[in-house]
């Protein structure tokens, strides 16, 4: 999975995130997640827009060679490549964890299916 380098600042309230690599795409969120999350659909679109036109993608600059100046954090954003198209897995699960799942699932009115994919969206973004 490609990432690109971001650099995230701001405050509670209002967060924004920047690509060193992409000038002029950028996200913005009320909490760290919701910025990071809009990061990734920023990015995402960037990528089908640019495909769309025949334009090249730019390639990611590696981590460790992006400057971070004062006041920003810097994270890397994985460009998960949406297909559209739905895959079964059948998955066996520890009742504990499943039970957690379920339980998540439904605080945030989400289907087991839409919560399992979010969180390995989140742990992606995360870098894990």
Known sequence: MTRYPALIDGEEGAYGVIFPDLPGIAAMGKTLDEALVNAEEALRDYVIEAEKHYE???????????????????????????????????LSLDEGVAAFIDGEAARRGMTRTAYVEWMARRVAQMGG
């Open 56 to 90: 090249e993608v730019v390639a990611p600059t590696a981590i460790e060679n992006v400057d971070t100046p004062p006041g920003c954090a810097l994270v890397s954003i994985p460009m998960i490549r949406l297909s559209g198209r739905s895959v079964r897995a059948n």
